[in-house]
């Protein structure tokens, strides 16, 4: 049986619409539907990797790009402040869809440790 797309590949392939404020040959950045601050963008790989437990070695100069686009995003948001960044990792670490995302979270006070 063919593997069911993810909703994050659809929005990859414009079958869904997403608010995308990053877009490159590697990756792609878009406003999380239900944005838990007032800055919430989640930066994903264009290769569907399902999260971080299955990186491989061949993966190292992508996930360092993708941070680097995650501080350029905290920049164009102004977060001077500090901002945070959450990876879920499979179902315990509360991962929902199966497509390696970064949150980027900012613009207010964010409390810890998380729940
Ligand atoms: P996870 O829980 O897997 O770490 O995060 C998944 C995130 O994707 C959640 O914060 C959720 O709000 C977001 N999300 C789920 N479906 C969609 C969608 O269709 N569009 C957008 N923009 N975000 C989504």
Redesign the pocket.
């Given at each position: 049986m063919a593997e069911q797309k993810t909703?994050?590949a659809?929005?990859i392939d414009r079958e869904?619409p997403?608010?995308i404020v990053h877009e490159d040959d590697l990756c792609l950045a878009?406003?999380?539907?239900?944005?838990?601050a007032p800055v919430?963008v989640?930066v994903i790989p264009k290769k569907p990797i399902v999260s971080l437990a299955e990186i491989t070695a061949e993966d190292t100069e992508l996930i360092g790009h993708l941070f680097q686009v995650v501080r350029q995003l905290a920049e164009q948001h102004n977060l001077q402040g500090g901002f945070r960044t959450?990876?879920?990792t499979g179902d315990e670490?509360?991962?929902?869809?199966?497509h390696l995302?970064i949150?980027l979270l900012g613009g207010r006070s964010l409390s810890w440790p998380p729940g």
């Open positions: 909703i994050f659809r929005i869904i997403a608010e878009f406003n999380d539907v239900n944005p838990q919430h989640l959450i990876i879920n670490g509360g991962q929902t869809v199966p995302h949150h």
